[in-house]
């Protein structure tokens, strides 16, 4: 599995994004998935490389052609961390709200 | 809201991310989020600057202190971006297994 580091640089980059949302929906040929972005092959391959070793996708070779596959679990890996964030905050939301109902009973206490 | 390049860019770091989980758990002061960190203090503020941009945290300054706030709402645009390729991805599993088991429905009437 890649690190943290190296999966979140992955989506750091538009044309790293468009590849991603491209093989979400299936294989590609690198021609396929070059094609779209205007740009030269060699800083196109690169982008590729910085999705590899960032775990985002694999790829083999056939004779001269390269297919490029995602690899879901990536996904995963960085939303779960996001999703740890998110838990932090709303436990912190959840324990803001017991100490404001706290504070609004006694309100009403001190007023009986 | 800052876009995608730099929200993904702000978590590509370990510090930048021990910031975000610091303050998902509730403001705090610059001194305090740069504690746990062996870096200078310049480069620790770059960090926050990067933050900053990518849209993850806001500060003020009362008199000479300043506090640091998460801004919960990037944490929802990076895994809205991310729950689209996990659509996709899913839109063509479940595509797959309608192709599969068309085949194999397709198989048994050849046998029948």
Redesign the interface.
Known sequence: MAN???I??G????TR?AV??RL???PARVSELAAPHDMALPSFLKHLKVLETGGWIESDKAGRIRTCR?K?ET?KA??D??????S??E??LDRLDVFLNNLYDEGKNDEA
Chains 1, 2 share one sequence.
């Open positions: 943290l580091d190296s979140f640089h989506l750091a980059d538009p994004r991603i949302a979400a929906t299936g995602l879901p996904t960085a939303e961390w996001l999703g740890q964030q998110r932090l905050w436990g912190r």
